[in-house]
């Protein structure tokens, strides 16, 4: 079992910066490969970011590519989200999640994720 806090969130300005971070608990976080999800009201939860349980691998969505950065301290088990340029498109509410898997690599899909957080509001204005 996994346990998993986002914070961070907030409201900024387009072009800002935010970090959210998300603690876990559990004796095999730093096992288990994480990504960040996100969501708007009356959409699909969609993909933003994941990296291997190792951190030598990460994956981006194509809408975050070159402006977010995925990292994590598996000595901390924390997982990190650092986005920068921010656009008001990006407000959604983002959770991060870990792997059902020990072990693995980054990946996109939403359903190879068991373990998710409560989430943390990120509001963009124009």
């Known amino acids: 079992q996994v346990h998993l806090v986002e914070s961070g969130g907030g409201l900024v300005q387009a072009g800002d910066s935010l970090r959210l971070s998300c603690k876990g608990s559990g004796r095999t976080f730093n096992r288990r490969a994480m990504a960040w999800f996100r969501q708007v009201p009356g959409k699909e939860r969609e993909f933003v970011a994941a990296i291997r349980w190792t951190g030598s691998e990460t994956l981006y969505a194509d809408s975050v590519k070159g402006r977010f950065a995925i990292s994590r301290d598996n000595a901390l088990d924390i997982l990190f989200l650092q986005m920068n340029s921010l656009k008001p498109e990006d407000t959604a509410v983002y959770y991060c999640?870990?792997?059902?898997?020990?072990?693995?690599?980054?990946?996109?899909?939403?359903?190879?994720?068991?373990?998710w957080g409560q989430g943390t509001q990120v509001t963009v204005s124009p």
């Open positions: 999640a870990s792997h059902q898997t020990s072990y693995t690599g980054a990946t996109s899909f939403f359903g190879d994720y068991a373990f």
